[in-house]
C-alpha cells in the first residue's frame, strides 16, 4: 500500500511540473481566456470517461448488494 501511495504521489507531482511548464509555454502562443478554455475542455473531455468508469462500477456494486441481501437461502 505504501508503494502505491509513493507512486501516485510520484504521478501527482509529475503531471503538476509538466502542467507547470506547459502553461509557461502555452502562454507565448495563445491569450490567457483561450489556453485556460482549452485547458477546461480538455480536462472535461479526460474525466467524462473516468465518471463513467467510477459510476458503471458503482452501480454495478450495488447490484451485488442488492442481490446478495435479498437473496433467499
Known amino acids: 500500500m505504501k508503494l502505491k501511495n509513493a507512486l ?6 509529475t503531471i503538476w511540473g ?6 509557461s509555454v ?10 485556460n478554455g482549452v485547458r477546461s475542455i480538455i480536462g472535461g473531455l479526460v474525466l467524462i470517461p473516468v465518471i463513467l ?3 458503471r462500477k458503482r452501480r454495478q456494486k450495488e447490484r451485488i448488494i442488492r442481490h446478495l441481501v435479498t ?3
Open 71 to 73: 437473496e433467499k437461502h
Open 53 to 55: 468508469v467510477l459510476d
Open 8 to 13: 501516485i504521489l510520484l504521478l501527482t507531482a
Open 26 to 35: 502555452g502562454m507565448d502562443y495563445v491569450s490567457p481566456f483561450t489556453f
Open 18 to 23: 509538466v502542467a507547470f511548464v506547459a502553461q
